[in-house]
T-cell receptor
Framework: SQTIHQWPATLVQPVGSPLSLECTVEGTSNPNLYWYRQAAGRGLQLLFYSIGIDQISSEVPQNLSASRPQDRQFILSSKKLLLSDSGFYLC?????????FGSGTRLTVV | AQSVTQLGSHVSVSEGALVLLRCNYSSSVPPYLFWYVQYPNQGLQLLLKYTTGATLVKGINGFEAEFKKSETSFHLTKPSAHMSDAAEYFCAVSDRSGGSNYKLTFGKGTLLTVNP
């Protein structure tokens, strides 16, 4: 069966520091992968999606970037965090019959 | 473009009462529809989905939803609420427009509170 791993679970970072969140998928090949951000009261915002290695699409201009160096690895990064980057970040893999989500990373920028 | 509207950001029910969470969608093509549940500080878990066939869909934990094309709705119901149902619920739509990317559009969520 397919599983998705996301880490770390929580992270507190100062403004201006870099960020790296990692997501890996097991039990499937060439998955579609997604990064979402969830801010309080604002639902889920799609940040990036990827249909293959080094194929990344950005949905919203951000202080963030994403990379997919391996088929089942999806990384969310930032060079300098802003206060507004705080939120709950979710990785997902999916196909038309729905998504499977990771357990999420709670990022607090201070 | 597709969109999802969840009516009511917060719904409160008594234990044992009917749960009704409302979802309306907009899609230019026949949609796939989903309900997800999220417990605090956890990822989203699929409750149920409609793709094709029977319009009344049964999911986990006693939930069900009915696809009504004429009303562009996909409301989530459960006959009798349990304390463990307290969580946030998200409705989502996929336009199944084909290709190799399957993006879900989510509603803003409905927080369900269950009172003893």
């Amino acid at each position: 069966s397919q599983t998705i791993h996301q880490w770390p679970a929580t992270l507190v970072q100062p403004v201006g520091s870099p960020l790296s969140l990692e997501c890996t998928v097991e039990g499937t090949s060439n998955p579609n992968l997604y990064w979402y951000r969830q801010a309080a009261g604002r639902g889920l915002q799609l940040l990036f999606y990827s249909i293959g290695i080094d194929q990344i699409s950005s949905e919203v201009p951000q202080n963030l970037s994403a990379s997919r160096p391996q088929d089942r690895q999806f990384i969310l990064s930032s060079k300098k965090l802003l206060l507004s980057d705080s939120g709950f970040y979710l990785c997902a893999w999916g196909e038309n019959y729905g998504y499977t989500f990771g357990s999420g990373t709670r990022l607090t920028v201070v | 473009a597709q969109s999802v509207t969840q009516l009511g950001s917060h719904v409160s029910v008594s234990e044992g009462a009917l749960v009704l969470l409302r979802c309306n969608y907009s899609s230019s093509v026949p949609p796939y529809l989903f309900w997800y549940v999220q417990y605090p500080n956890q990822g989203l878990q699929l409750l149920l989905k409609y793709t094709t066939g029977a319009t009344l869909v049964k999911g986990i934990n006693g939930f069900e939803a009915e696809f009504k094309k004429s009303e562009t709705s996909f409301h989530l119901t459960k006959p009798s609420a349990h304390m463990s149902d307290a969580a946030e619920y998200f409705c989502a739509v996929s336009d199944r427009s084909g290709g190799s990317n399957y993006k879900l559009t989510f509603g803003k969520g409905t927080l369900l509170t269950v009172n003893p």
